[in-house]
């Protein structure tokens, strides 16, 4: 069983705090709670929508969407959850919904209810896409930026 090793609070947007988590293989991961809240979704309705996502999604989403959850232990010491089991999405997993809702709101096929879930993963595409941008050329001269202070200045 793979084991969460360091454990921190990832906030790239402004007051939205989520539990990120690196493996002892290096995974960066959230916790399905961190990933839900990141995304303006409740945690019940992620935790279906994980592993049967909506028709609607299915076109604009990796293969094997549902299947890149994961089951861990975590032994990070500064960890509320330390020495519980919690179940966690990686980064491709949290991409690929991003990017699938940020498509689906762009082709017009998300219901009512989806809408926000759309626009939230638009905005978080966004900044994530100017972050990174603005770190690799601040990095290539030698300094070392705050991504997510980077990352929460670009979604206001």
């Known amino acids: ?32 709670r961190g990933a839900a809240d990141l995304l303006g979704m409740k945690q019940a309705p992620f935790q279906r929508m ?20 994961q089951s861990i232990k975590v032994i990070a010491k500064n960890s509320p959850y330390q020495g519980r089991n919690i179940i966690v999405y990686d980064s491709n997993f949290i991409e690929s919904f991003i990017r699938g809702y940020a498509l689906a ?6 219901r009512e209810n989806q809408m926000h879930i759309g626009r939230r993963c638009v905005l978080l595409q966004s900044a994530l896409v100017q972050t990174a941008l603005d770190t ?9 930026p705050d991504i997510q202070k980077t990352a929460q200045q670009l979604t206001l």
């Open 136 to 144: 690799a050329i601040k990095q290539a001269c030698g300094l070392s």
């Open 50 to 69: 994980a592993k049967f996502p909506p028709k609607t999604l299915k076109p604009f989403v990796d293969d094997g969407f549902s299947i890149t959850h």
């Open 1 to 32: 069983m793979q084991e969460a090793v360091h454990y921190g609070k990832v906030e790239l947007i402004p007051g939205i705090l989520c539990d990120g988590y690196v493996l002892n293989d290096g995974t960066a991961v959230m916790s399905e």
């Open 105 to 110: 709101l762009a082709n017009d096929v998300l």
